[in-house]
T-cell receptor, first 116, second 112 residues
Framework: KAGVTQTPRYLIKTRGQQVTLSCSPISGHRSVSWYQQTPGQGLQFLFEYFSETQRNKGNFPGRFSGRQFSNSRSEMNVSTLELGDSALYLC???????????????FGNGTRLTVT | DAKTTQPPSMDCAEGRAANLPCNHSTISGNEYVYWYRQIHSQGPQYIIHGLKNNETNEMASLIITEDRKSSTLILPHATLRDTAVYYCIVRVSPSGTYKYIFGTGTRLKVLA
């Protein structure tokens, strides 16, 4: 079974631009979560999507948004980029079906975003 | 805030068992403990999880104390490839919300 796939792997953007990151979950997984990892703050939860609806959101400004499609694929968008948005953005998927809510998250290898 | 406490770093000789402790004294009765590791520039890799019984899989063993306030991840025969940051996580809510709060983890260095 293929793992979680994130594209692109690396991205360089300029301050003020916007960016869209993509995540394809493991086949059959219906929940997709996004995390930001920086050296200073570590791994922080951004949001979770299930059945095309945002189910939970972390403490990030509204510039960070996401969506999920009917095939469970997800995109994350960051508008008006700031230097501090430079980070590794990780996507994770999980089945989220009845009886499996304790199933672990499975992470992709992330998109490394550099804002200059 | 993270619900787990781990030592910041540990060393282990290659071929020996690596025992990584984690304190989760505020864990609720139906919250699971999850362990992940992260090798530089890769996503966190799932290792094992458990509720109250000890668990073992092909990668590691998880020992949870009877009061569930702490646990230990055991890598039985550490290799150089086990050098990574290890995270112990208790999911924030048992309601089905898939939100992990990561702490700072333990940086394990396996020495040749």
């Amino acid at each position: 079974k293929a793992g979680v796939t994130q594209t692109p792997r690396y991205l360089i953007k300029t301050r003020g631009q916007q960016v869209t990151l993509s995540c394809s979950p493991i086949s059959g997984h219906r929940s997709v979560s996004w995390y930001q990892q920086t050296p200073g703050q570590g791994l922080q939860f951004l949001f979770e999507y299930f059945s095309e609806t945002q189910r939970n959101k972390g403490n990030f400004p509204g510039r960070f948004s996401g969506r999920q499609f009917s095939n469970s694929r997800s995109e994350m968008n960051v508008s008006t980029l700031e230097l501090g948005d430079s980070a590794l953005y990780l996507c994770a998927s999980s089945p989220r079906t009845t009886g499996s809510y304790n199933s672990p998250l499975h992470f992709g290898n992330g998109t490394r975003l550099t804002v200059t | 805030d993270a619900k787990t406490t781990q030592p910041p770093s540990m060393d282990c000789a290659e071929g020996r068992a690596a025992n990584l402790p984690c304190n989760h004294s505020t864990i609720s009765g139906n919250e699971y403990v999850y362990w992940y590791r992260q090798i530089h520039s890769q996503g966190p890799q799932y290792i094992i999880h458990g509720l109250k019984n000890n668990e073992t899989n092909e990668m590691a063993s998880l020992i949870i104390t009877e009061d569930r306030k702490s646990s230990t991840l055991i890598l039985p025969h550490a290799t150089l490839r086990d050098t990574a940051v290890y995270y112990c996580i208790v999911r924030v809510s048992p309601s089905g919300t898939y939100k992990y709060i990561f702490g700072t983890g333990t940086r394990l260095k396996v020495l040749a």
